[in-house]
């Protein structure tokens, strides 16, 4: 007879988007309805901070910003503000969960995250972005 894997966490990548949200909730729910705990985790992707320190790199501004070199200090700053909100979304959803839940900054690509952190006893959950770019990024990818 086939040995059956009884789940015991949901491991939900958190969206980049606060449009993206609503589906946190949704599975803040699941996981409550299959009683599992919730692992909450916001991805910095570090490759970001490498890419954007390369001298060649530049970004275009708006309104006549043209293409500008890359402030590292304020993309790391953009970062740790997009963490942060993360954390208080979700902490905020969680209050009205009666499962346990945790949050986690994890540094790396998404994929290399999960599979060091997920188990055969976790069900992923990667919410597709309702924005149409953020869909063919690499970090949904």
């Known amino acids: 007879m086939a040995h059956r894997t009884e789940f015991k966490r949901m491991v939900l990548g958190l969206p980049l988007s606060v449009t993206d949200y609503e589906m946190v909730g949704v599975t803040a729910k699941l996981a409550e309805l299959l009683q599992l ?28 910003g ?25 902490a ?26 997920a188990t055969a006893e976790d069900i992923v959950v990667i919410i597709e972005p309702k924005n149409p770019v953020e869909r063919v990024s690499q970090q949904f990818i």
């Not at 969960?97 to 900054?105: G, I, L, Q």
């Open 37 to 64: 705990r919730l692992v909450a985790m916001f991805v910095e992707d570090r490759s970001l901070i490498d890419i954007a320190s390369l001298p060649c790199v530049r970004e275009l501004r708006a309104l006549g």
């Open 66 to 90: 043209g293409w500008q070199p890359i402030a590292i200090d304020q993309l790391t700053a953009e970062l740790e503000h997009a963490a942060a909100t993360a954390h208080r979304l979700f």
């Open 92 to 117: 905020d959803i969680a209050r009205k969960c009666s499962v346990e839940t945790s949050f986690r900054v994890e540094k790396g690509s998404v994929a290399d995250v999960i599979g060091s952190l």
